[in-house]
C-alpha cells in the first residue's frame, strides 16, 4: 500500500519561499514506472497541476508555465521523499497543496492528505 | 495547454438518481481522461482513468466513456456517499490540466 506524508509550514511570508516534502512509503521514488506531483488548489484557481519529477534512468522535471521560474521539484533518494520549492511566493499562492503519484499516465491514484498555506505577513 | 470544460458546474440530485457529468477538452486527448470524486477537506480520489477504466475498490456504478475530445461519466444510481465534487483531468500531456469541477449536491 502506498503512502504519500506531507510536511512544511502553513504558513509563508510574502516574497519568501515555499517548502513542502512528500515522504512515500510502499514505492520508490526513483521507480522507473512513477511519476510524482504536486498539485495545489484554491477557490479561485480549482486544481492546478503544478509539476512533477520521474526517474527513466535519468531525472526528469516538467513545470507548469504558471510558476516556471519559481518551482523547483527535487527527489532525495537517500530519504525516499521528494520536495516542492516555490519561491517569492504572493498571496496568491495561497492554497491546499498536494502530492501525488501516477503511473504510466493513468491518473493520480495515491495523494498525500494535503497542507494549507497562506501566504501572508 | 490543453483546457478542460465540465458541464454542469452544479447538479441537483436525488438518492437513486441516474447523473451524467460531461467533460470536453480543447484538443484531442485520445483516451487520456480520468475522473476524480472529491469530498470537503479531502484530497481527490481517482475513480476512472483512461477515460473508462474502473479503479480499483470503486463501485461499478459508476462509469465512463468518450475519447478524443468529449467524456461523460455516468453514476447510474446515485447513492447518499455520492454527494461529492467530480474533476475530470486530462493526463495526455503536461501540464496535467483539471476540469473546474461539477458539485453534485442533494435536489
Known amino acids: 500500500q502506498v503512502q504519500l506524508q506531507q510536511s512544511g509550514p502553513g504558513l509563508v511570508k510574502p516574497s519568501q519561499t515555499l517548502s513542502l516534502t512528500c515522504a512515500i512509503s510502499g514505492d520508490s521514488v526513483s521507480s522507473n514506472n512513477a511519476v510524482w506531483n504536486w498539485i495545489r488548489q484554491s477557490p479561485s484557481r480549482g486544481l492546478e497541476w503544478l509539476g512533477r519529477t520521474y526517474y527513466r534512468s535519468q531525472w526528469y522535471n516538467d513545470y507548469a508555465v504558471s510558476v516556471k521560474g519559481r518551482i523547483t521539484i527535487n527527489p532525495d533518494t537517500s530519504k525516499n521523499q521528494f520536495s516542492l520549492q516555490l519561491n517569492s511566493v504572493t498571496p496568491e499562492d495561497t492554497a491546499v497543496y498536494y502530492c501525488?503519484?501516477?503511473?504510466?499516465?493513468?491518473?493520480?491514484?495515491?495523494w498525500g492528505q494535503g497542507t494549507p498555506v497562506t501566504v501572508s505577513s | 495547454d490543453i483546457r478542460m470544460t465540465q458541464s454542469p458546474s452544479s447538479l441537483p440530485a436525488s438518492v437513486g438518481d441516474r447523473v451524467t457529468i460531461t467533460c470536453r477538452a480543447s484538443q484531442s486527448i485520445t483516451y487520456y481522461l480520468n475522473w476524480y470524486q472529491q469530498k470537503p477537506g479531502r484530497a481527490p480520489k481517482l475513480l476512472i482513468y483512461?477515460?473508462?477504466s474502473l479503479q480499483g475498490g470503486v463501485p461499478s456504478r459508476f462509469s465512463g466513456t468518450g475519447s478524443g475530445t468529449d467524456f461523460t461519466l455516468t453514476i447510474s444510481s446515485l447513492q447518499p456517499e455520492d454527494f461529492a465534487t467530480y474533476y475530470c483531468?486530462?493526463?495526455?500531456?503536461?501540464?496535467?490540466?483539471f476540469g473546474q469541477g461539477t458539485k453534485v449536491e442533494i435536489k
Open positions: 501525488a503519484r501516477d503511473v504510466d499516465s493513468l491518473g493520480q491514484d495515491y
Open positions: 483531468q486530462q493526463s495526455y500531456s503536461a501540464p496535467k490540466t
Open positions: 483512461s477515460a473508462s
